[in-house]
């Protein structure tokens, strides 16, 4: 067996749906115009939200920092484009719900116009810290869709001494190829990305996953990473979710990460494609992350394709700029298995923005659920090994502590088992529904404990400063009748100083 055909074994596990990317993938990439106005949400990555630093009125240039990174898991964020900020306050959040959250706005001059950046001229000479300081400093985060800011996951490797990198390029998620797209049209800077990313956290060699239905993709890398033998270009089947990190890392080195363990414990870190190039740009060019390419799919789209837009762009701008066939029934922010569902256009992208996916009326029908008919296909097809009907039936009697014993925490939410239930059962919405309500649960334990604790707390304070004011009253009161009793003795001292006193009054 060679070495390309250990990753070309199908696993057992995961989906095979209709990918539906093209003809949107082989569609040349197109730049998006500038817009008039942006709107930069402060919470665009996994921690805390950043603090805007501008004021109204105030000019700011492209790449400006306009928001810090606040506590170690944040990231800063910076203008997309050079303008007036005109705004901050509210706008509708990229989520089911349609809450609002703190966003900058910002009105453009229509120059773009960038601020001063401090390039590394030879990035391989400095020490591996300031590959992260400068990366953390440009914003850059986890663009595969976990947002997490990248320079936490080089410390962490760093620290843990991990090995091998593997670059994700999987994109297993139907309509979806944004990934594809950077890795054909901007390989070189993948390959570097991906090595100033081994020079940041001490790894040996680097493992690019690329799912084979991506022969294009391939091919740019094979060609960019030719002169450094430290990176593999490795296809992969196209099976969903192969770009998960667990089920990447398994295909690509045989190792399984345990269900307690992160992927850095078992000498590996998993950077995605896109992470790469931001990266490379970040030390290279010294530009912060602000814009990235979007994937635009869907049956109600005209001319689906792959935009390079700023970050902080409207939706519907970017819908506007494709084409619309139809008004969509269903807009997606990301893929259509672990997507989001928005509510309307009227959201900016961020930087997790992978896709937006625009159904019609045929790709929107969700059939009506039936009964489980404990068939298994979930459990065959569960990419983590999991029960998902044993789950189900729990949660659907209110025994969620039950649904937990069967390792619910394990659950990737990658919507596999919902797929293949021949029922329709909305298995992912039990288990994200399970997960929820346990995360309040325990949130609720703590905050009880902690109110026990300082309740308890209080109590003992009190108790032992009465007992000290006890113990105190105790010692005068002795002390006291000690005098006393001295005083009263023949001879003593305070005795004959009675007797004086009274000897003088006579």
Same mark, same amino acid.
Request: charged share 20%; net charge positive.
């Given at each position: 067996m060679g070495f390309l055909d250990h990753f070309l074994k199908a696993p057992s596990w995961g989906v095979h749906p209709a990918d539906h990317k093209r003809p949107a993938a082989d569609a040349p990439l197109r730049i998006f115009p500038s817009p008039a106005r942006v709107f930069m949400p402060l919470h665009q990555h996994v921690g805390g939200v950043a603090r805007p630093i501008v004021l109204v009125g105030q000019k700011v240039r492209k790449g400006e920092l306009i928001a810090e990174a606040q506590g170690n898991i944040s990231a800063p964020i910076h203008a997309p484009l050079s303008g007036t900020i005109a705004a901050v306050g509210e706008v509708t959040a990229p989520h089911p719900s349609g809450l609002p959250f703190k966003a900058i706005t910002i009105d453009s001059d229509g120059r773009n116009l960038w601020a001063d950046v401090e390039p590394l001229a030879d990035p391989f000479s400095v020490a591996p810290e300031e590959i992260a300081r400068r990366s953390a400093q440009a914003g850059v985060v986890g663009l595969g869709g976990a947002t997490f800011p990248s320079a936490v996951k080089f410390a962490l490797g760093k620290r843990l001494k991990v090995e091998t990198l593997i670059v994700n390029g999987g994109e297993c998620e139907p309509y979806l190829s944004s990934d594809d797209r950077i890795m054909r049209d901007f390989a070189d800077q993948v390959v570097d990305g991906a090595r100033l990313v081994m020079h940041a956290i001490g790894a040996k060699d680097a493992l690019v996953g690329i799912e084979d239905n991506k022969p294009e993709a391939i091919a740019a890398m094979r060609v960019a990473a030719a002169p450094y033998p430290e990176v593999k270009i490795c296809p992969v089947p196209a099976r969903y979710p192969m770009g998960s990190d667990k089920q990447l890392i398994q295909t690509l080195t045989g190792k399984e990460v345990p269900s307690d363990a992160r992927a850095a414990e078992v000498g590996v870190? =998993?950077?995605?494609?896109?992470?790469?190039?931001?990266?490379?740009?970040?030390?290279?060019?010294? *530009?912060?992350?602000?814009?990235?390419?979007?994937?635009?799919?869907?049956?109600?789209?005209?001319?689906?394709?792959?935009?390079?837009?700023?970050?902080?762009?409207?939706?519907?701008?970017?819908?506007?700029? =494709?084409?619309?066939?139809?008004?969509?029934?269903?807009?997606?922010?990301?893929?259509?298995?672990? !997507?989001?569902?928005?509510?309307?256009?009227?959201?900016?992208?961020?930087?997790?923005?992978?896709?937006?996916?625009?159904?019609?009326?045929?790709?929107?029908? =969700?059939?009506?659920?039936?009964?489980?008919?404990?068939? !298994?296909?979930?459990?065959?097809?569960?990419?983590?090994?999991?029960?998902?009907?044993?789950?189900?039936?729990?949660?659907?009697?209110?025994?969620?502590?039950?649904?937990?014993?069967?390792?619910? #925490?394990?659950?990737? #939410?990658?919507?596999?088992?919902?797929? =293949?239930?021949?029922?329709?059962?909305?298995?992912? *919405?039990?288990?994200?529904?399970?997960?929820?309500?346990?995360?309040?649960?325990?949130? #609720?334990?703590?905050?009880?404990?902690?109110?026990?604790?300082?309740?308890?707390?209080?109590?003992?304070?009190?108790?032992?400063?009465?007992?000290?004011?006890?113990?105190?009253?105790?010692?005068?009161?002795?002390?006291?009748?000690?005098?006393?009793?001295?005083?009263? *003795?023949?001879? #003593?001292?305070a005795s004959a100083a009675v007797e004086k006193t009274e000897g003088a009054s006579a």
């Open positions: 870190l =998993v950077h995605n494609v896109s992470t790469c190039a931001a990266v490379h740009k970040a030390i290279r060019l010294g *530009q912060p992350l602000v814009e990235r390419i979007v994937t635009l799919n869907g049956g109600a789209i005209a001319a689906p394709g792959n935009i390079y837009a700023p970050l902080g762009t409207m939706i519907g701008e970017l819908l506007a700029f =494709v084409g619309m066939k139809e008004a969509p029934s269903r807009l997606i922010l990301g893929g259509p298995m672990m !997507g989001t569902p928005l509510l309307h256009d009227r959201i900016p992208i961020v930087k997790g923005a992978s896709g937006i996916l625009a159904f019609n009326a045929a790709e929107a029908f =969700v059939p009506e659920a039936g009964p489980c008919i404990r068939c !298994g296909n979930c459990s065959k097809a569960c990419p983590m090994g999991l029960l998902p009907l044993e789950m189900a039936a729990r949660i659907r009697i209110g025994d969620l502590e039950g649904a937990a014993a069967f390792a619910l #925490s394990d659950c990737i #939410s990658c919507g596999c088992c919902a797929y =293949v239930c021949p029922s329709h059962i909305p298995l992912v *919405q039990y288990f994200s529904h399970a997960k929820g309500e346990l995360t309040a649960a325990e949130r #609720s334990r703590l905050r009880t404990d902690a109110t026990k604790r300082l309740a308890e707390a209080k109590a003992a304070r009190i108790e032992r400063e009465n007992r000290e004011k006890a113990e105190a009253a105790a010692r005068r009161k002795a002390e006291r009748e000690a005098a006393k009793a001295a005083a009263a *003795q023949p001879g #003593s001292a």
